[in-house]
């Protein structure tokens, strides 16, 4: 625990816990994706995998611990860091917002990060705290909540978010640790561009087909 502390005490310590915690995401976020492309399977499909994921019980529950305490380790430092940042600069100048390999990405990474966190909360209550036991079980949960447009524009509009904080998020995590040698990082920005495109189409064509199903 000792560890912990002094690492959390520093300004590099906190980054690196953050890019560790983030890329453990990134790990889950795929595993989810594969997991929900199921759905493509049709409803047996998906309601099976549902049922057999659950079955595993308690390594379940140790998996949702992890994640939750990577959430409050990763929000945490990322509002303490960006407070850190703002307070050593409180007044602001004019400069070139593009200097340095600046983009979009890195700019809003604060705000997409603010943004997904109320996106989990209510993704939660909506599909992982949701009555499966009725008929049609995940699946028809699911179907009835993407077949409202206005949460299927909200949930298209949020993927396009969460791909914007990945794209920066990955190659800047493994920057954080070190692992940034020119030779490979233009590699790593590849992938970490070519992730966040896979998670954006992969998660944001699931309701609309489903709508497509519907018609």
Known sequence: MNWFITIGSSSIGKKMLMALTGLFFCVFLFTHLIGNLMIYG???AFNTYS???HTLGFLINIIEVGLLLCAIVHVSLGII???QNWRARPVRYVKNK????????SATMPYTGLYLLLFVIIHL???HFSNRTEDGG???VVSSMFSNPAYAVYYLF???VAAFHIKHGIWSAFQTLGINHPKYMPLIKNVSFMFSIITAIGFGSIPLF???LAQ
């Open 51 to 53: 049922v057999k994921l």
């Open 81 to 83: 860091l960006y407070y």
């Open 138 to 140: 995940i699946y028809q």
């Open 210 to 212: 489903l709508v497509i």
């Open 158 to 160: 949020s993927m396009i």
């Open 42 to 44: 049709g409803k047996t």
């Open 98 to 105: 593009n200097a340095g390999g600046r983009t979009l990405s």
């Open 125 to 127: 209550i909506n599909f």
